[in-house]
């Protein structure tokens, strides 16, 4: 690029000029029109590639997004000094069928319930050693919601120095897609009563709300973040990198076979999902919320609930509409308590 003449940067354009961009369609001329600090670790030639080719995961992967997006600005701001400690699930399974791996860093396979503690006893080891090497747990939602969701209390209660990243698709998808701890309501699932009238899928009134737990603990940063939003995300993993003890990002990835989605929806559904309010974007520190993304164009929860197969069956039956009605609920009271429309607000000011 040096090379070529007249070449414009973002820094030559006059600030009454400049157009803000909230996406960007690529890495290559999309970063030239936002300042050179705005832009994704990935469009920097010295990104780490934590997450190489060679993985096997399915076209449209949220998680494989995310965990590359995330482990890519941790390994920027730790020097590459930083070992991670991955559950069994999907994320594990797609990047390390054995002899092979897709990782381009320390890398060790946990049990499904017990990466926290291989990931305090990895902080343990290097402490003792005399080394400041940083630690990374991560998993999905069954490996942290529910199988390790002990460990992870117990990783939280004592704060040890590790970030915890769970990659949430919702449901168990590597292993059939079973319901989980973090399934909505409404959802179908392999193991949720046969959708009909009587049961429009997942039962209401179950599950974890894991982020707000994590607040619970007291522990110095917790986050949401959505593939949609990859500077977001990456912000939010330099932030918290940036913290010593227990830290939760909690970032949520379609799973398009799961879902029952095309493979090119994903980024449309992760932005739809915080659009409507169901999937709030927010910081915490120490038990307190700090911060939170408004919205900036809301949308009904519907228009997030029709491109997924798990959940048509609701727009079938009676009881299927009282379902989506009792989701549009969950996402007014989200968008109330987490005063997600200060931005319409303040672009109507």
């Avoid at 006059?14 to 705005?38: M, S, W």
């Avoid at 179950?206 to 500077?231: D, E, F």
Wanted: aromatic share 8%; net charge neutral.
């Amino acid at each position: 690029m040096k090379d070529i003449p007249n070449l414009r940067t973002a820094d030559d354009i006059p600030a009454d000029q400049k157009v803000k961009f909230y996406q960007k369609g690529t890495f290559t001329v999309g970063n030239r029109l936002v300042d050179a600090d705005e832009r994704n670790v990935q469009a920097s030639m010295n990104r780490s590639n934590a997450i190489t080719s060679g993985h096997r995961a399915c076209q449209g992967c949220g998680e494989a997004l995310g965990a590359r997006y995330a482990l890519d600005t941790a390994m920027r701001a730790t020097g590459g000094n930083m070992i991670a400690s991955n559950a069994t699930g999907c994320l594990e399974v797609f990047t390390t069928p054995y002899p092979e791996t897709s990782w381009q860093m320390p890398w060790m396979h946990s049990l499904f319930g017990n990466a926290p503690a291989v990931a305090s006893g990895m902080q343990a080891a290097m402490k003792a050693k005399g080394r400041d090497t940083r630690i990374i747990a991560q998993g999905g939602d069954g490996g942290t919601v529910d199988i390790g969701f002990g460990c992870l209390s117990g990783m939280f209660e004592r704060n040890d120095d590790v970030l915890y990243i769970c990659y949430d698709n919702e449901a168990y998808m590597n292993t059939g897609v079973q319901r989980s701890g973090a399934t909505p309501g409404g959802a179908r699932t392999a193991t949720t009563m046969p959708a009909g009238d009587a049961y429009p899928g997942n039962v209401f009134g179950t599950g974890k709300n894991l982020p707000r737990i994590a607040m619970a603990h007291n522990i110095p940063y917790v986050a949401t973040a959505s593939v949609a939003y990859l500077q977001d995300l990456e912000a939010k993993v330099e932030r918290a990198m940036s913290f010593r003890g227990a830290r939760y990002i909690h970032v949520y990835v379609p799973c398009p076979l799961g879902w029952g989605c095309a493979s090119n929806a994903t980024i449309n559904l992760a932005r739809l999902v915080v659009e409507t309010g169901m999937f709030p974007l927010y910081e915490a520190e120490h038990g307190h919320i700090v911060q939170t993304r408004p919205i900036r164009q809301r949308v009904p929860v519907e228009d997030y609930l029709k491109p997924q197969r798990r959940f048509a069956h609701l727009f079938k039956t009676e009881s299927g509409k009282a379902a989506i009605e009792k989701l549009q609920a969950m996402c007014d009271y989200n968008i109330a308590e987490y005063d997600l429309l200060r931005a319409e607000e303040e672009t109507l000011a």
